[in-house]
């Protein structure tokens, strides 16, 4: 039986990748490209040297952060659709404090960085309040929580960061988390230590879940809230709890888009969609640390290395988006693929 | 003679077991036909394999004498074949004729429904078989028992000349129930046949002619109603003796660990349901509460368990104020509770059995320490309580939810009674439970109460009141209307105190 749902939580996201890729190519086929030149240039352009393999560790970065926020708080039954609005944010805060303090590297990074992480879990929080005290729903709240992130970050840029331009002023070295010497490593890509902040928190992520008292209770609230009461646990707090610690990891996605791959932040004309991009990771994934991490290194790589396919193949970018739509669209209804394993199976027997 | 339905030599695998080991059922027209089984003994299935849900490996089906094949519920039903399943299927807010018709509605020559007609029909249905049903009631009106009569009527408006009828007192009053057995008799005289799927023993000996019994998915046998006994209908069913009157000692009560005084507590529409309740239960003395279902019950046990606000009153563990306070302090101020609903309250489905061994103790050590889970000696308890309290079960691995009603039940009791809490509450412990397990868990109860424990039994069955009680408290409209000696009373007597008629000294008075 649970042998079975491991080898589903496996089977599914990869059959459901392969399909993905399989359509993408029938598309470019019936649109008269060549797929195996437009999946060669898509490779490259994620993998193929060292500077296209720095970037695509550097996209991977925030997707994997988002992921875990909407995975993490999917374990206790919520749905987080608003990592878009706790990364924005996080990326105001951290680089808000990285601008106006003046401190030694080891107080003043680590202080940025939490700065984001608290605003992002700010930003989770209200909407798990009102889940848990007045039942609104949390998908409402957090869909208008991304908006009212959106539009006063910008005024703020505008109004208090800078004077009416839109762009920052650049942080200084002692906030930032850019690294000359993975920079020189991977031939001056944008790649920073975030990587290793991402990396943590999927250990961090799976650790809460799965080994402490604390995961024990928010993947029982998820569960089934009556039993959770019952058991003398308290569900409003398990609830706003979920959504801060969520909401934490998405602020940390957008501190690393601060702090490492800009260093600065700009007015936005609309969002940056690594948290509703997240959604997705967290949806291949299976909700858990370790797919995760996977789906977002998959996701990275199909968005960085979108941008070698025009040139190379002669392939609109935009080939790479309907690709992951497919993926997405072939996870969520993995109800067929399960048949299908099944039917197989049955065959053999 | 002639077989309404027979079903020959079934076999039905499932990878890794055999759920049907050659089972012959054969069901003559015009008799009730009792299958009668442990839950988990394959009932379900067979049924299942009659109704085209599953197709057997092995064995034919006969109808009136023809072999058939079954491939799908729709040919069962156009050989008169009709279920009337334990969960209802019925949409609440349509009345009581939309619902019969669904799916299979008189139109007339323009295509739109006509429900003056199916409403003709459903109402001549009714009379005829004494259903007493109301065609223009909405189901969300209508009492569980009703709704069961309108899934009676949907298989008869389909024509089914043969009724199959799955477990159906579990959700019943025993009024409604005598009323069901009514409804059956009634049915058989227009020339109906029935099979009823039950471990209900005292059913099977009221209504039916013959009883098919199958134990862990074989067939054992076919027997006569008339030609045996309850005693021998367990035994035939659980394969060894079953002891029916409960072995007890004479309780010796002591100290009082519950005290309720004038309590009063609200439903969530804030209507009063307890209604100045007052009741104590001692050390070493099993209390019974006995009440048709919806006289306060639930919000009693919900309001001394911290999971409902009481509005006035005292509840006191020990001598120790504990109303109005957290879930988890009224826990540990020494209450277990056994709840009425063990899939809502009582269990996390999705978690595996170990870890709902530990849902009232996992922030404990040595469960955990400093919030981290220290899952060795949670699977190492669960080990423990799975041997002690025979739950039956692949392993401590295993999700909750694949377990038997039975099986669950008795993890949720081990779980309870292993914390040697000062007052267990059990809340209809044994509903839906098979003899065995029944006996089970009556013998744990009196166990702990001979270690002195206080337990509060709430049930429904005057069956289970009488037989393992010390005290009966007769609940009725929110308070306590008697208190009486199981062996100075009858279920006649508690039938009537239920129905709210008041005591008087040495008899009872029905000018209520």
Known sequence: MTSNKKMFGILVPIISVLLGLIAGAIIMLSSGHNPIKGYAALWNGAFGDSYTLGETIRRTTPLILTGLAVAFAFKTGLFNIGAEGQVIVGWLAAVWVGLVIDAPMIIHLPLAVLAGIIAGGIWGFLPGLLKAKIGVHEVIVTIMMNYIALYSTNEIIRSVLTDQKTTSETIPQTASLASAWLQSLTFYSRLHYGILIALLAAFIMWFIIERTTYGYELKAVGFNQHASNYSGMNVSKNIILSMVIAGAFAGLAGAMEGLGTYGNISVMSGYTNLGFDGIAVALLGSNNAFGVVLAAILFGALKEGAGEMPTAAGVPTELVDIIIALIIFFVASSYMIRWAILRFKKEEN | ?512
């Open chain 2, 1 to 512: 003679m002639e077989y309404a339905i027979e079903m020959l030599n079934i076999r039905k695998e499932f990878p890794g077991i055999v759920a049907n080991d050659n089972i012959t059922i054969q069901l003559k027209k015009g008799e009730i036909h009792a299958l009668l089984g442990e839950n988990g003994a394959g009932k379900s299935t067979l049924m299942n394999v009659l109704f085209g849900l599953y197709q057997p490996e092995k064995g034919n089906i006969r109808v009136k004498g023809k072999n058939v094949k079954i491939t799908n519920p729709n040919i069962a039903n156009d050989l008169g074949i009709g279920m009337v399943h334990q969960h209802f299927m019925l949409v609440e807010p349509f009345t009581v004729t939309q619902n019969i018709v669904l799916g299979k509605e008189p139109t007339n020559k323009y295509g739109k429904i006509d429900i003056t007609k199916a409403r003709k029909e459903i109402q001549e249905l009714s009379d005829r078989y004494g259903l007493k049903v109301d065609p223009d009631s909405k189901i969300s009106d209508i009492s569980v028992g009703m709704q069961q009569r309108v899934e009676i009527l949907k298989t008869l408006y389909r024509g089914a000349e043969v009724l199959i009828f799955d477990e159906p007192t579990a959700v019943l009053t025993p009024q409604e129930i005598s009323e069901l057995m009514e409804i059956m008799r009634s049915l058989i005289k227009e020339g109906k046949s029935i099979i009823l799927i039950t471990h209900k023993l005292k059913e099977i000996m009221e209504v039916c002619d013959r009883c098919t019994v199958i134990r862990k998915g074989k067939g054992i046998g076919t027997v006569n109603v008339s030609e045996t006994n309850a005693i021998e209908l367990a035994s035939l069913m659980v394969g060894r003796e079953v002891n029916f009157k409960t072995e007890k000692k004479v309780a010796q009560p002591r100290n009082n660990v519950l005290e309720i005084k004038n309590l009063y507590v609200k439903d969530n529409r804030k209507v009063d349901l307890v209604k100045g309740l007052d009741l104590d239960v001692k050390a070493g003395e099993i209390v019974g509460i006995a009440g048709v279902d919806g006289n306060g019950q639930s919000e009693l046990i919900e309001a001394i368990t911290g999971l409902a606000k009481t509005s006035s009153g005292s509840i006191k563990i020990n001598k120790k104020e504990i109303s109005n306070l957290s879930p988890r302090k009224i826990t540990e101020s020494g209450i277990g509770h056994i709840p009425q609903d063990r899939h809502k309250y009582g269990l996390v489905l999705d978690y595996s059995v170990g870890e709902n061994i530990v849902l009232q103790t996992y922030y404990k050590k040595p469960y955990s320490k400093a919030k981290v889970l220290n899952y060795k000696e949670v699977f190492r308890k669960a080990e423990k309580i799975v041997e002690e309290y025979d739950v039956r079960t692949p392993s401590v691995y295993t999700k909750a939810r694949a377990l038997s009603g039975g099986n669950q039940q008795k993890a949720i009791i081990g779980r309870e009674v292993d914390r040697s809490p000062d007052l267990l509450i059990a809340a209809q412990p044994t509903r839906g439970l098979d003899v065995g397990a029944i006996e089970f868990i009556h013998k744990k109860l009196i166990e702990e109460r001979d270690k002195g424990r206080a337990i509060l039994l709430i049930s429904f069955e005057l069956d289970e009141i009488m037989n393992v009680s010390d005290r009966i408290a007769v609940m009725f409209d929110g308070k306590i209307v008697a208190t009486l000696k199981p062996e100075e009373t009858n279920e006649q007597e508690l039938g009537l105190l239920m129905a709210g008629s008041r005591v008087k000294a040495g008899g009872v008075n029905n000018d209520f």
